[in-house]
C-alpha cells in the first residue's frame, strides 16, 4: 500500500487569492512532476489546526523521501510558506491491519481521524484489541469506511493516526452516539493510548481547481 505524505497550515490573512492560484497553476502540478499525486484536500471543521490538511501519495517511503529530496519540492515548500503559516507536514506509513488495496482520491466526503501515541509495554496488546475487536465493531456500522491505520514516521502530532470516511457529516453524530463506538473508545483510551485527540475534517471538493485547500 502506498505512503502518505501530508501538509497542513492555515492561509495569511489577505492572502487568500494569491495562495488559490498558487495551489492550482503552481502546487499541484509541481508535486504530480515529483511524484507525489494529490489524494486528498480537507478543512478541519472540529478539533485541533493547522484548518487545512492536503494529503499526496506516493508509492513507497524510498520514492517519498526521493520526491522530498528534490530542490523542487524545496521550492514549492518556500513559495507555500509565503502565503501560510503554522506549516506541518509528516510521512505516514500504513500500519497493515486495514486491509485496502489501494488509497485513491476521495471526493465529497468527511473524516473523522483519531490522534494517539502508545502506552508503554501494550503495543501486542493493543494490536489484538485492534485487529479481533476495535475494527470488527465498527465494521457492524454499515454508513461508515474504515480507510486506514497509519503509522507517524516523521513529522506530524502522534504515533498513530486511525482514519474513519463518511459520506454524510450527521453520520459521524450517529457513530459518536453509538453504544458500539462508545464502548470500543472508551477502551481504547482508557487501556492503550495517551494523548488522544480526534479531528472531524471535510473534503474541499475538487483537486484540480482553485478551490482545492480553500475553506
Not at 98 to 105: D, F, G, H, M, S
Not at 121 to 135: R, S
Request: glycine share 8%.
Amino acid at each position: 500500500m502506498a505512503v502518505l505524505f501530508t501538509q497542513s497550515w492555515d492561509i495569511i490573512q489577505e492572502k487568500e487569492d494569491a495562495y488559490a492560484e498558487f495551489v492550482k497553476s503552481t502546487l499541484l502540478p509541481g508535486m504530480t512532476a515529483i511524484g507525489l499525486g494529490a489524494v486528498g484536500a480537507y478543512y478541519v471543521e472540529v478539533g485541533f489546526g493547522p484548518r487545512i490538511v492536503g494529503v499526496h501519495r506516493a508509492d513507497d517511503t524510498k520514492a517519498l523521501c526521493n520526491s522530498i529530496g528534490t530542490n523542487e519540492f524545496k521550492q514549492l515548500t518556500l513559495q507555500a510558506k509565503s502565503l501560510v503559516q503554522n506549516y506541518r507536514a509528516a510521512v505516514l506509513e500504513p500500519t497493515g491491519r486495514v486491509k485496502r488495496t489501494e488509497y485513491a482520491i476521495q471526493k465529497g466526503v468527511w473524516k473523522f481521524n483519531q490522534y494517539y501515541d502508545l502506552r508503554p509495554g501494550v503495543k501486542k496488546e493493543y494490536a489484538d484489541y485492534i485487529i479481533n475487536y476495535y475494527i470488527p465493531t465498527l465494521g457492524k456500522l454499515d454508513y461508515l469506511e474504515i480507510t486506514g491505520g497509519w503509522n507517524v514516521v516523521l513529522g506530524g502530532v502522534s504515533e498513530i493516526i486511525g482514519e474513519l470516511t463518511f459520506r454524510d457529516p450527521v453520520d459521524i453524530g450517529r457513530m459518536l452516539a453509538s453504544p458500539e463506538f462508545r464502548q470500543i473508545s472508551i477502551k481504547l483510551q482508557d487501556e492503550f493510548t495517551v494523548n488522544y485527540r480526534n479531528r472531524i475534517m471535510r473534503c474541499t471538493e475538487r483537486f484540480d481547481e482553485p478551490r482545492w485547500f480553500r475553506l
